[in-house]
């Protein structure tokens, strides 16, 4: 149980286009997801944090029109990256907190995004 | 506010030697803490977690932590190394809020050497 996928693994895509990256809870249903950021070698660096039905929260430097979060449903967030310049590659990973657990956080497998 | 310090960025053993992998937290409120495996361009997947029960806590694949409050502390630990276990570990600690957020730190990378 507690498995959470997106969609897709990896995208390359050119500088100026938008690339959208779903995050799904499969099996459970997440009245929170979050969306993180992990540079190569570094640690994951909180995004913002999308509450179903409600806006997205979003970490002090990060860019609300750049990185447009959507949470329509129990199971499924979604990032957008708008206007993706080389800069925004990076591996994107999203995790999801089952509404019945009190704190625990179920990760996807990430997304690698590359600019050219 | 909550952090968390991961004391080492690089940790290498040889195969079937012990592994410790050390973090140390900073917190007003009783903490949860985690400890989080993540093999090369894979998710992260949970080896264990501390959540005020047991102070030592065991894991999946054979590690284990304990919590100590005097020390602040939540070393990652395991009796023997194997090869698989190469990969990079980051410490975790929940922040006291309603939104439930976690902060990592910045993360052990074990090698295993034959």
């Known amino acids: 149980g507690a498995v959470v996928s997106q969609h897709p693994s990896w995208v390359i895509c050119k500088s100026g286009t938008s690339v959208k990256i779903e995050c799904r809870s499969l099996d459970f249903q997440a009245t929170t997801m979050f969306w993180y950021r992990q540079f190569p070698k570094q640690s994951l660096m909180l995004m913002a944090t999308s509450n179903e039905g409600s806006k997205a929260t979003y970490e002090q430097g990060v860019e609300k029109d750049k990185f447009l979060i959507n949470h329509a449903s129990l199971t499924l967030s979604t990032l957008t990256v708008t206007s993706a310049h080389p800069e925004d590659s990076s591996f994107y990973i999203c995790?999801?907190?089952?509404?019945?657990?009190?704190?625990?956080?179920?990760f996807g497998p990430g997304t690698r995004l590359t600019v050219l | 506010a909550q952090s968390v310090t991961q004391l080492d960025s690089h940790v290498s053993v040889s195969e079937g030697t012990p592994v410790l992998l050390r973090c140390n937290y900073s917190?007003?409120?009783?903490?949860?803490l985690f400890w989080y495996v993540q093999h090369p361009n894979k998710g992260l997947q949970l080896l264990l977690k501390?959540?005020?029960?047991?102070?030592l806590v065991k894991g999946i694949n054979g590690f284990e932590a304990e919590f100590k409050k005097s020390e602040t502390s939540f070393h990652l630990t395991k009796p023997s190394a194997h090869m698989s276990d190469a990969a990079e570990y980051f410490c975790v600690v929940s922040v006291y809020s309603s939104a439930s957020k976690i902060i990592f730190g910045s993360g052990t990378r074990l090698s295993i050497r034959p």
């Open positions: 501390y959540t005020s029960a047991a102070t």
């Open positions: 995790s999801a907190r089952d509404r019945s657990s009190s704190n625990e956080q179920f």
């Open positions: 917190s007003s409120y009783s903490p949860s």
